[in-house]
């Protein structure tokens, strides 16, 4: 069973420029969460998503960052015009269930590194 | 609101000695706790959590933790270090009732042969 996929797993943009993040989750999935982490610090949460849906978007800056996780396919986290403090780390995560109820647990995928020039 | 503190951003343990990597939090209700681990460059590895009943966890690669109610603690600990344990341990807690993991500022745990 593979665990959570991302790619690309570096990418380099220039200010201004569009990042699109993909994430594919662990088979039986339906729960993919990202995270952000700077240098020397923790992850901090961003967004939670199901099929079709965003249900907790609470850690995603209010401009230039968007994220869908479609019916079929990837999620996606997407970065419009970019800026040197984008540069970080962003993390996918998946679970099998999410709901504020559940104890599943959320495995992370190798990240994505993203440096903007 | 939630909050996690690892107070060591680094901790030294020479091989074959006892580890211990400090966690305290802060949640409204009852916690779900978690250790994740980090080797360079890449993601995050999950060791173990605490969700409910005995307070002592048992984890991955020998790895465990003991939930303290009374001090909001959850102390990663192994009895005998190797030198591959070497690598960034996150902390991190999940309040019940919430979707979303908070997670610490991680400590980095040097294993020294």
């Known amino acids: 069973n593979a665990g959570v996929m991302q790619n690309p797993r570096h990418l380099v943009r220039r200010r201004g420029q569009e990042a699109r993040l993909r994430c594919s989750p662990m088979?039986?999935?339906?729960?993919v969460y990202w995270y952000r982490q700077l240098p020397e610090e923790g992850l901090k949460f961003m967004v939670y998503?199901?099929?079709?849906?965003?249900?907790?978007e609470s850690g995603m800056p209010k401009e230039r960052f968007s994220a869908e996780f479609p019916k079929e396919g990837p999620s996606i986290l997407r970065i419009q015009q970019v800026v040197r403090g984008d540069s970080a780390a962003y993390f996918c995560?998946?679970?099998?269930?999410?709901?504020?109820?559940?104890?599943?647990?959320?495995?992370f995928g190798p990240g994505t590194r993203l440096t903007v020039l | 609101a939630q909050s996690v503190a690892q107070p060591e951003d680094q901790v030294n343990v020479a091989e074959g000695n006892p580890l211990t990597v400090k966690c305290t939090y802060s949640?409204?209700?009852?916690?779900?706790l978690f250790w994740y681990v980090q080797y360079p460059n890449r993601g995050l590895q999950f060791l173990l959590k605490?969700?409910?009943?005995?307070?002592l966890v048992k984890g991955s690669y020998g790895f465990e933790a003991e939930f303290n109610k009374s001090q909001t603690s959850f102390h990663l600990k192994k009895p005998s270090a190797l030198v591959s344990d070497s690598a960034l341990y996150f902390c991190?807690?999940?309040?019940?009732?919430?979707?979303?993991?908070?997670f610490g500022k991680g400590t980095r745990l040097h294993i020294l042969p």
């Open positions: 949640v409204s209700g009852n916690p779900y």
């Open positions: 605490y969700i409910t009943g005995d307070n």
């Open positions: 088979k039986g999935h339906s729960h």
């Open positions: 995560a998946s679970s099998i269930s999410g709901s504020s109820a559940s104890t599943d647990t959320q495995y």
């Open positions: 991190a807690v999940r309040d019940i009732g919430d979707d979303k993991i908070i």
């Open positions: 998503l199901q099929k079709e849906n965003i249900i907790d």
